[in-house]
């Protein structure tokens, strides 16, 4: 009775409390937070410095536990799995990408864009891996190394790595970080590409309005919770609704 779910959201946290520390320096990260990222969608999230934003996208990608609550990839909940097992999900159904590039810096852009799937001794499928140059923009790129690219064309490596697998998900946090904005605009462009060319699902974590704006939805929190959803988002509404926050006293 739970494939409705499943099938609607490629992620979701439902009741989501994160508790860091104990006593009286504990600190509630997540506070119930219950939201689903609907597959084939890109969904951006939001909020003032320490809203949370960050800690909601580790657990659900498996990358942190949650204190209490669950966290599901499709129809498999996180908290069920072991280490090993975990590892594993992160592998093979999910992709990241993050403000630091973390390429290999001996290795080429094309071994580069495999490597997670070398390293676990899976073979891609040739016909997705080329197609996904192609989106990405790097077919005359494929025999350079990273440090024979710009930062843009770093983070598309980076971008092409994290969806090389066909995973169900990609998490991105904070992507456009160390990028300038027409490179970064680039990489937003591309990640919208890959949810609409390629039928892909992304959440990406940002404090940047114009960034947000390539979403198709944006969730906003606040002090660790889900406080506002927002579709078709464009620059000026986000920045009012972040306007808002700050006008309200919220942590910045």
Not at 75 to 96: A, C, H, N, P
Not at 167 to 187: H, I, K, Q, W
Request: proline fraction near 4%.
């Amino acid at each position: 009775m739970t494939t409705t779910t499943a099938t609607r959201d490629a992620a979701r946290v439902t009741d989501a409390v994160k508790v860091y520390g104990s006593g009286d320096t504990a600190v509630r990260a997540l506070d119930g937070v219950s939201v689903g990222f609907p597959a084939g969608r890109f969904t951006a999230i939001m909020g003032p410095s320490g809203s949370g934003k960050s800690t909601l996208m580790h657990c659900a990608a498996g990358l942190d536990t949650l204190t209490s609550g669950t966290a599901r990839i499709g129809g498999t909940e996180l908290g069920s799995l072991d280490d090993r097992r975990l590892t594993l999900l992160r592998r093979d159904r999910i992709g990241f990408v993050f403000q630091a590039f973390n390429l290999v810096p001996t290795l080429t852009v094309a071994e580069n864009i495999t490597l997670p799937m070398d390293l676990a001794g899976i073979k891609g499928s040739r016909d997705w891996i080329d197609a996904l140059v192609d989106v990405v923009g790097l077919r005359d790129r494929l025999h350079h190394r990273p440090a024979e690219l710009s930062g843009g064309q770093q983070q598309r490596v980076a971008v092409a790595r994290a969806f090389a697998g066909q995973p169900e998900v990609v998490f991105a946090d904070e992507p456009t970080g160390n990028l300038d904005s027409r490179s970064g605009e680039e990489v937003l462009n591309l990640l919208g590409r890959a949810v609409r060319q390629m039928d892909r699902t992304v959440v990406m974590v940002t404090h940047d309005p114009v960034a947000a704006a390539h979403a198709d939805e944006v969730v906003f929190l606040a002090d660790g919770r889900l406080v506002d959803r927002m579709e078709s988002p464009t620059a000026d509404r986000v920045l009012d609704r972040m306007k808002a926050f700050d006008a309200k006293g919220a942590p910045s």
